[in-house]
């Protein structure tokens, strides 16, 4: 149950980022024979494009590694991230042949972890809730996903969460424009959640449980979704081919009135007109000219 739902989360995280800087995942930190969740370097002509990302943009600012846990951390999984930012830190170094700039750490936890707080001495970043820092030289920020307010700045994060908090954010998405490049990045994923195998019922926990009714709300909203969109097609449908008919039938009177049928080239045109100018202007230019005044119009491009 969890591992579907780490995925989920890295995939988000990575296909967000992925969008103002090169962005990669499982990155093997050799000197420990571990891998970073996502190790990301922002693109400096994507600024502009990384400051809609919200909160998450602002966290992608610099070079930094991602590691992202469904569930909440404590110290010894903070260590183990803190051992590889160490390790590639190294390895970048080796890659450069000199110096360079210490990589920032960012671990994501869908919960608070309190233990982490107090036994490393993290502390509350001003006018940032959710967002803590340890002291300057370890250059580690720790994002409690829960705290996060509810606004769409922190939308893809809290996507991020867990239990309540990512209930919450999958309506959120659901409830979008449906043009949001929120949705467009979070829908491929979200339906592939779906599709995941669920876990022997019996192993289950509460919360296990709780997650896979997370998951069943999924499974509705996409069904609702498919089903709109195929709504949305026969409308579509029926609108075109009422279109089609109000043009064929105005074609046929526009014949009659010229007293011969209209040539290749004046077909597209009514049809055009028919869209700039309207059904009504059609017919009061029909009723209006003379045969030969009708003609001209149609072969007339600025006509109205």
């Not at 990575?14 to 891998?35: F, K, N, Y």
């Not at 809609?52 to 992202?68: D, S, T, V």
């Not at 606004?151 to 908090?165: I, K, M, S």
Request: hydrophobic residues 45%.
């Amino acid at each position: 149950m969890r591992s579907r739902f780490d995925a989920f989360g890295k995939n988000v995280l990575r296909d967000t980022l992925d969008v103002v800087g090169p962005t990669e995942t499982q990155v093997e930190v050799i000197a420990a024979s571990q891998t970073m969740d996502i190790w990301y370097v922002p693109d400096p002509a994507r600024a502009a494009l990384r400051a809609e990302l919200g909160l998450l943009g602002e966290l992608a600012a610099e070079a930094c590694q991602f590691e992202l846990f469904h569930d909440t951390p404590g110290p010894a999984e903070l260590r183990g991230c803190v051992r590889k930012q160490l390790h590639w830190h190294h390895e970048l170094e080796r890659r450069e042949g000199g110096a360079v700039p210490f990589p920032r750490l960012r671990v994501l936890s869908s919960g608070r972890p309190a233990t982490v707080l107090d036994a490393f001495g993290f502390a509350p970043v001003p006018g940032c809730p959710g967002l803590y820092r340890a002291a300057p030289g370890w250059r580690v920020d720790v994002v409690a996903i829960a705290e996060l307010p509810r606004t769409r700045g922190t939308l893809l994060l809290r996507l991020l969460g867990a239990r309540a908090v990512l209930r919450d954010a999958i309506r959120e998405v659901a409830a979008l424009p449906k043009d949001a490049w929120e949705r467009s990045i979070a829908l491929p994923w979200l339906v592939r959640l779906r599709f995941e195998t669920p876990a022997v019922p019996a192993a289950r926990t509460a919360e296990d449980a709780e997650e896979e009714e997370i998951v069943t709300e999924v499974q509705q909203w996409f069904e609702q979704l498919q089903q709109s969109i195929r709504d949305e097609a026969r409308r579509e449908a029926l609108q075109e081919g009422l279109k089609e008919g109000q043009i064929q039938a105005l074609a046929t009177q526009f014949e009659k009135k010229l007293g011969r049928t209209l040539s290749e080239a004046e077909r597209p045109v009514l049809a055009e007109r028919f869209d700039r100018l309207g059904l009504s202007r059609l017919d009061d230019v029909r009723l209006e000219l003379a045969a030969d005044a009708l003609a001209a119009w149609l072969a007339d491009p600025a006509a109205r």
